[in-house]
């Protein structure tokens, strides 16, 4: 029943509620016009609604309808693709289990809420800083922050090291990444230092300081099979350690206990290196004097037997005709002896001058010859 056909204190006589309405102003629209109809208003807009909706009379309805057939094929189709780049690696969850692991590229998966992916960068390394923060200060300068509740280690020999050290890691399954452990950085952290802890109370003080690498791939090699026994999905691709000291309280004289050890090193170093130039010069004179021995001796002993030759011939010879051949050996002895010295020929035959011989000695000419 319209509002307009109602009795009732609502309206006076003159059609408004207390009485005539005020002056210039009707019940509804225009000035002097009728009151609009609230319940035709009302039934107007029911028929539209029911217009639009499936099943509805007129175009409405099936415009309708085809809208929210493309509005929910573009949800199914936006839903189900999803793209995995080079540096990622896809995971597939169905209602929040998960399921498969995708590789790079463009892959389908049933559309939300049944599945969803997550494509989670595995070849980016990440780095942790066990012992050591880094910041930077007021005027954007990096400076390391020193944490002795993480780098003071106690080694085999119960000596105290400062070890401050660098883990770098990647992801080499998705899956086990993102559902084996709750907090990876902080499992990587805690799994390093437990792994440098154990490595440097097994190790000497003196090992741990002058070979770095062998105490970084022992590290290495245990927080791998320690995040392997978890599953945990990572890699470990390097352990660097950026110091490793004695404590601030000691370092001075351990510097000099260092010190000393480089000196004898040094030392011991340039006595060897001395050794081993004389002990080789002392040998090769050793051999070289023996060497002179030997052929001295050869020389020696080739010359005696010469002589021992010589002289059986010379005895043979000298049974045949002893009188020749004392002869022949006489002169051969004297021409030995006088052969190189100055001579003067006397005879008593040669008169004037004490019987001093003159002679012309050629030999001598022709040295003097040759010298000039």
């Known amino acids: 029943m319209p509002w307009s056909n109602q009795g009732g204190g609502w309206k006076g006589n003159n059609g408004g509620p207390w009485g005539s309405?005020?002056?210039?102003?009707g019940g509804g629209g225009s000035p002097g016009g009728p009151s609009p109809d609230l319940e035709e208003i009302l039934r107007k807009s029911q028929e539209r609604v029911r217009d639009m909706m499936p099943g509805g009379?007129?175009?409405g309805g099936k415009g309708f309808?085809?809208?929210v057939l493309v509005v929910l094929g573009a949800w199914v189709l936006l839903s189900s693709v999803y793209r995995v780049q080079p540096d990622e690696q896809g995971v597939v969850l169905r209602f929040g289990e998960y399921v498969e692991q995708t590789p790079p590229g463009l892959h389908f998966h049933l559309p939300w809420p049944i599945e969803t992916a997550l494509t989670p960068k595995v070849t980016r390394v990440n780095r942790i800083e066990v012992g050591m923060r880094g910041f930077e200060d007021r005027g954007s300068n990096s400076r390391i922050q020193d944490v002795p509740e993480e780098s003071l280690m106690l080694t085999g020999d119960e000596n105290i090291v400062d070890v401050d050290f660098t883990v770098f890691w990647v992801i080499s399954s998705a899956g086990d990444f993102l559902f084996n452990i709750q907090n990876p950085e902080s499992t990587v952290k805690a799994v390093a230092e437990s792994a440098m802890r154990e490595v440097i109370g097994k190790s000497e003080l003196e090992p741990v300081l002058t070979d770095r690498r062998q105490t970084e791939v022992a590290v290495q090699e245990l927080m791998q099979s320690t995040l392997d026994d978890y599953g945990a999905g990572i890699s470990v691709t390097q352990v660097?350690?950026?110091s490793v000291d004695p404590p601030n309280q000691v370092i001075d004289a351990f510097r000099d206990v260092q010190a000393a050890r480089a000196d004898q090193e040094r030392l011991q170093n340039e006595a060897q290196t001395y050794a081993n130039r004389v002990v080789p010069e002392a040998r090769g004179e050793a051999?070289?004097?023996?060497?002179a021995a030997n052929g001295?001796?050869?020389r020696t002993v080739a010359e005696a037997r010469g002589q021992a030759d010589r002289f059986s011939k010379v005895y043979g010879?000298?049974?045949k005709a002893p009188q020749v051949t004392r002869e022949r050996m006489y002169l051969e002895t004297m021409e030995r002896i006088f052969g190189g010295t100055e001579k003067i020929i006397?005879?008593?035959n040669v008169g004037g001058e004490g019987g001093v011989l003159p002679y012309l000695p050629l030999n001598e000419l022709s040295r003097g010859r040759n010298s000039q």
Do not use: K, N, T
């Open 287 to 291: 051999a070289r004097i023996l060497e």
């Open 57 to 59: 009379s007129g175009f």
């Open 21 to 25: 309405p005020p002056p210039g102003q």
């Open 346 to 348: 006397i005879d008593d």
């Open 65 to 67: 309808l085809l809208i």
């Open 296 to 298: 001295y001796r050869d």
């Open 240 to 242: 660097q350690m950026q």
């Open 317 to 319: 010879e000298y049974q």
